[in-house]
DNA sequence: AAAACAATTCGATACTTGTCGAATTTTAGC
DNA sequence: GCTAAAATTCGACAAGTATCGAATTGTTTT
């Protein structure tokens, strides 16, 4: 495996070590799953009632996954929506399929 | 998803986010599928050389993977095997095919 | 039994990081 | 413009951890 390719998978890997961040994940992942039906739903503001941590906190999670390169974000108005970025399920995917 | 499954998926994330963890498990990993051809081969020994750590760290990482359940090991005489749990494996292929 | 080798345990240390409060920025609605 | 709401930045602190050297345990070989 390349350097670079094992840096990366670290990188995701460690943004899922934390059961904050994970559920975090998760709910942006099931969120996008149910995103056929109604509308994308944002999430500093929904998802920051569930986890139990505050504003900068949920903040600070997110940017690690987005650094990650497991989600990205979006800006709508004074919301920020975030979507699964479904190149790195893949990614992780062929990684565990041996 | 259910916490006790969370638990378990952040501990092995924990235990791959790491640098010379990741390395040692993916080394764990091609040995295993080499394993068809010659016999089972050892670890901290055969593995330290590649790492450049010393034996106290490589036997202080086994052990997080073990306690991930990533991997299982074994006693042979004087050294250790080690194999790749295949449920994790699996588990792990489960969660990131969606 | 003695020496050599593989691995583990133990303490200590340096570094990383999760969280918060306070202050700041950005956008929406009045 | 002003206020409220959503999110970010900043500084600080507590907790966790990767690594090492030294000492120890267990096993093989001579």
Redo the contacts with the bound molecule.
Sequence with gaps: MKDKEAKALVKMF?AL?????LQLFVEILEQSEAAFEEGQD?????I?EKL?????????????LVNAELIS?E???????CQVNPEAMKRLGVFFAR
Tied chains: 1, 2.
């Excluded at 070590?17 to 961040?21: E, I, L, W």
């Excluded at 800006?75 to 929506?81: A, N, P, Q, Y």
């Design positions: 460690k070590s934390h059961p904050n961040r944002c999430l500093a503001s929904t920051m139990n941590v505050g504003a900068p906190t949920i903040s600070h999670h997110l940017k690690e974000t800006r709508k108005g004074k919301f920020l929506t």
